[in-house]
């Protein structure tokens, strides 16, 4: 079964500081991959999507993630993190076929002032 | 455009009383349904999702059970809620499976 892995559980950031949140797929097969974001007590918004096409997606609030087909992973970066950013991130993938959506736990960017 | 509602926002519930969040979308017909429940530190637990009425799949066996009256509402109902049932409900819906979702803002239930 498809499955997503999100390595780190809590990151924590310097504000103004880059940032790296790794997630990694479990099939070499096609996928769609996708990162959301969740601020306290709200649903989940898209930062951005990856269907086909240009490797290196650009996504709301300025960040990016690049899909790695050898190294099945698609991790999310931001070159300058705002305090604003901190929120959960969680990686999802659509497998080939008819099934929904499956979600990586998650992991916790605190950005520290 | 397409919008989605979920409600309560939260509901505090003593166990052994029965549950019924329900979730609306407008703007669109026929869309994919999803309930989804998140426990702290567990990440997003799919529970049931419907591509259509009548027909709704189960992901995880437990006390909750989902239906959809209408094409654009989705309820998730229990008849008696235990300790383990708290958390946070999100609804969410796309256009087909192989789309992103849309969540709602969730509903936190906290059984006592």
């Known amino acids: 079964a498809q499955s997503v892995t999100q390595l780190d559980s809590q990151v924590p950031v310097f504000e103004e500081a880059p940032v790296e949140l790794r997630c990694n797929y479990s099939?070499?097969?096609?996928?769609?991959l996708f990162w959301y974001v969740q601020y306290p007590n709200q649903g989940l918004q898209l930062l951005l999507k990856y269907l086909s096409g240009s490797t290196l997606v650009k996504g709301i609030n300025g960040f990016e993630a690049e899909f790695n087909k050898s190294q099945t992973s698609f991790h999310l970066r931001k070159p300058s993190v705002h305090i604003s950013d901190t929120a959960e991130y969680f990686c999802a993938v659509i497998p080939s076929g008819n099934t929904p959506l499956v979600f990586g736990k998650g992991t916790r960017l605190s950005v520290i002032a | 455009s397409q919008t989605i509602h979920q409600w309560p926002a939260t509901l505090v519930q003593p166990v052994g009383s029965p549950l019924s969040l329900e979730c609306t979308v407008e703007?669109?017909?026929?869309?994919?349904l999803y309930w989804y429940r998140q426990a702290a530190g567990r990440g997003l637990q799919l529970l049931f999702y419907s591509i259509g009425i009548d027909q709704i799949s189960s992901e995880v066996p437990q006390n909750l059970s989902a239906s959809r009256p209408q094409d654009r509402q989705f309820i998730l109902s229990s008849k008696k809620l235990l300790l383990s049932d708290s958390g946070f409900y999100l609804c969410a819906w796309s256009p087909g499976l192989n789309s992103p979702l849309h969540f709602g803002n969730g509903t936190r239930l906290t059984v006592t």
């Open positions: 099939s070499s097969v096609s996928v769609y």
């Open positions: 703007g669109t017909s026929n869309p994919n």
